[in-house]
């Protein structure tokens, strides 16, 4: 099934709202690389919130100086301001006739100013334990906030039955 709502379908935002760890998939001067890191969605909590513009977007901290920082700063300073990179999320230790999990791909940049303050907001009440620990939330405060905006996803729900797919693509501007 695919999708070409301006939102992605009901279903897909719960998946994304289901998970916290993503695989994010990028390639840098030594080749494609993957690496895990939590994430939090932006935009409306009610996945079945009013049609309209499309604001879904993933949250994810990572420090400029890891290989994956590095590769994205690489990519946005190279195509002015935006990363390409793919992704997967899904639960560990399910068995197959149950298996859901997401696909996507999309675009990457850092976030500043005001962008990054309602960002950190939205990352801190997906993960409150941040704020409650003084060292980790110095930490964290002094790394960078990124956005991953997907422009494709696609849900897998074996649940539904053995290779379901709910696929959305984001209209073009």
Request: aromatic share 8%.
């Amino acid at each position: 099934m695919s999708d070409t709502e301006q939102r992605p379908p009901r279903e897909i935002r719960a998946a994304l709202d289901a998970h916290s760890t993503l695989t994010l998939a990028y390639a840098d001067e030594d080749g494609p690389q993957a690496c895990a890191v939590l994430y939090a969605l932006a935009g409306p909590a009610d996945p079945a919130g009013p049609p309209g513009d499309d604001d879904t977007a993933l949250l994810f901290v990572t420090s400029a100086t890891t290989r994956h920082g590095r590769a994205l700063v690489a990519a946005e300073t190279g195509s002015g301001g935006e990363a390409r990179v793919a992704f997967t999320a899904q639960r560990d230790g399910q068995v197959w006739t149950a298996l859901t999990g997401l696909q996507g791909r999309g675009t990457c940049r850092r976030l500043e100013g005001a962008e990054r303050e309602a960002g950190w907001r939205a990352y801190s009440e997906r993960f409150p334990y941040v704020d409650h620990n003084d060292r980790l939330r110095q930490a964290m405060e002094r790394t960078d906030l990124w956005e991953l905006r997907p422009d494709w996803l696609r849900l897998i729900d074996n649940g539904q039955g053995f290779g379901h797919k709910t696929e959305w693509t984001r209209p073009a501007a």
